[in-house]
């Protein structure tokens, strides 16, 4: 959580996406790091798990940041654009289905929601591991990456965290 809290305080963000909402925790960290008009739209596959965010959400008081869209992610981020009006993503989150990270961070490249300065923040790259989106993203001349060792919540398990900064 500060892992993530520090990045967003570093990105100051306009537009933020989640991937991955599952009980809400990451979005209502993220929304209440948010300047004035500043939003995230978090993405949640599961239909129960995303009445439970939307909950959360409320209860934290930060509905009015924070737009969830129930749905695949590989569905969602095409319609950024036209359906959601967004322009470029200023940090994304990446905390759903770990096999979905590459997938997902092309299809970010690919509708040009990426801009020069944008941040990818993935979590949980060892337990249970993203080895695909690491091998990607580090040898990507178009990212500069950062690792941040962390421990899986709640456990002494070593994990980490990988922030890219898109670089255009």
């Given at each position: 959580g500060l892992i993530l809290d520090k990045t967003v305080e570093e990105v100051n963000p306009s537009i933020a996406l989640e991937l991955?909402?599952?009980?809400?925790?990451?979005?209502?960290?993220?929304?209440?790091?948010?300047?004035?008009?500043?939003?995230?739209?978090t993405v949640e596959l599961n239909p129960e798990v995303a009445a439970i965010a939307k909950q959360i959400i409320e209860f934290a008081g930060v509905?009015?940041?924070?737009?969830?869209?129930?749905g695949p992610s590989q569905e969602i981020i095409p319609q950024l654009k036209?359906?959601?009006?967004?322009?470029?993503?200023?940090?994304?989150?990446?905390?759903?289905?770990?096999?979905?990270?590459?997938?997902?961070?092309?299809?970010?490249?690919?509708?040009?929601?990426l801009r020069k300065g944008?941040?990818?923040?993935?979590?949980?790259?060892?337990?249970?591991?993203?080895?695909?989106?690491?091998?990607?993203?580090?040898?990507?001349?178009?990212?500069?990456?950062?690792?941040?060792?962390s421990h899986l919540e709640y456990m002494q398990v070593e994990d980490a965290m990988e922030k890219a900064v898109f670089l255009g």
């Open positions: 991955g909402t599952y009980c809400g925790y990451s979005a209502v960290r993220i929304a209440r790091l948010l300047k004035a008009g500043a939003y995230l739209l509905q009015d940041k924070v737009k969830l869209l129930e036209k359906k959601y009006e967004v322009d470029t993503l200023d940090f994304v989150f990446l905390d759903h289905w770990k096999d979905r990270y590459t997938p997902d961070t092309i299809l970010l490249q690919e509708c040009n929601l944008s941040v990818l923040l993935a979590d949980n790259i060892i337990v249970p591991g993203a080895p695909e989106f690491i091998k990607y993203i580090r040898n990507n001349p178009r990212f500069q990456c950062t690792n941040y060792p």
